[in-house]
């Protein structure tokens, strides 16, 4: 479904280096694939989850969506894209501190045309199934931050999309929080049949991805061996959904 081929971006920094935040990366992303991306702070991470999301254009190379390059499709076909086929978990999570977390998780549905009620009817379950059911009336600024990335999480899994790209959406969770919201992205992507990759600095979270590339110097690489090793390898079971009860 999403395929980069020798994409590269590269800026300008404030002393007028050129700095190569990805550098000519190909990755084919397919349904059912829960990818995590590992590496270090200025590897170029977040750049890449952007041009996989068409929110930022390459340099050099293309990024094609079920055979469409994205940076060839007209504003209009490209707004709808990232609207109605892409989810995405900003690293700095853009929720509105006065509103509330179901309110926050239903913006990107209303802003697709969904009433608020129509909306907030979707995404109460996937608040529930995220283990913050009982904090949707919160408003976000009272929030904890592991509370606030897993209301992006839901905003980004509300429009049902295709492809989900989540910028280190477990990074202030820990360990158990982390991995069992992994594990709830992977059965998300088997159940709906839909590619997810993630940037995670957490090896363990990883057991739950079906593979993982390290990232460095915007270079991609395959993991290392390790202790998370073993992410490079499907998982033998598919982790039980989230918070459902038995
Ligand atoms: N808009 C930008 N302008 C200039 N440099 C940038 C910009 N965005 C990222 N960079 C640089 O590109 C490199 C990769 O950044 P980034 O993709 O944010 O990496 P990561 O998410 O792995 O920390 C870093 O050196 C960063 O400073
Ligand atoms: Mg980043």
Redesign the pocket.
């Known amino acids: 479904m999403l395929e980069l081929r020798g994409v590269s971006k590269h800026?300008?920094?404030p002393d007028g280096d050129r700095?190569r935040?990805v550098d000519g990366v190909s990755l084919t992303l397919r349904d059912h694939e829960l990818l995590a991306l590992y590496?270090p702070?200025?590897?170029?991470?977040?750049?890449?989850l952007l041009l996989a999301a068409g929110l930022t254009r390459p340099d050099a190379g293309t990024v094609c969506f079920d055979g469409h390059d994205l940076a060839r499709l007209s504003r209009r076909d490209a707004a709808r894209h990232r609207l109605t086929t892409v989810g995405f978990v900003f690293q700095t999570l853009r929720l509105v501190p006065g509103l509330t977390a179901i309110d926050n998780a239903a913006l990107k549905l209303m802003a697709a045309g969904a009433t608020r009620r129509e909306a907030r009817r979707e995404v109460a379950p996937l608040l529930e199934r995220l283990g913050i059911g009982g904090r949707a009336d919160q408003p976000a600024a009272e929030l904890s931050v592991g509370e606030r990335q897993r209301v992006a999480i839901a905003r980004a899994l509300s429009n049902g999309p295709r492809l989900v790209l989540a910028d280190e959406p477990t990074g202030s969770l820990d360990s158990r929080r982390a991995s069992e919201v992994l594990a709830l992205l992977a059965a998300i992507a088997a159940e709906r049949s839909i590619a997810i990759a993630i940037?995670t600095h957490d090896p363990a979270a990883a057991a739950s991805a079906t593979r993982a590339l390290r990232?460095h110097d915007g270079h991609l690489e395959p993991l290392a061996a390790g202790a998370a090793a073993e992410a490079v390898e499907p998982p033998a079971v598919v982790p039980a959904p989230l918070g459902e009860r038995g």
């Open positions: 800026y300008t920094a700095v935040a590496g702070s200025g590897s170029g991470k977040t750049t890449l940037v990232l």
